[in-house]
């Protein structure tokens, strides 16, 4: 379902909870994602339409899809919750 050659963004608030954290990390290596295509925080200056942002809000891991659009702006369409 997921394209491994995509980068993935990590929010930094899924970092605040160890088991959010490992959570995440099993997703990414089951879904075989290199860890050079894994970052934390969004960088606009290497995103492309297509990578996923994966943002957590209290126990709510969700993924969604990014699309760039002009002057470096995005939007995001949620396409999982974990």
Do not use: W
């Not at 969004?42 to 957590?56: E, H, K, N, P, V």
């Not at 209290?58 to 969604?64: M, R, S």
């Amino acid at each position: 379902m997921f394209d491994s050659s995509k980068h993935v963004f990590v929010s930094g608030s899924c970092f605040s909870d160890k088991v959010i954290t490992k959570y995440i990390q099993n997703f990414l290596e089951r879904n075989k994602f290199p860890r050079e295509n894994i970052f934390e925080g969004l960088d606009l200056g290497i995103a492309l339409t297509g990578d996923y942002l994966i943002r957590c809000n209290g126990g709510l891991i969700t993924i969604f899809e990014i699309e760039i659009k002009s002057n470096n702006n995005f939007v995001t369409k949620r396409i999982a919750e974990l």
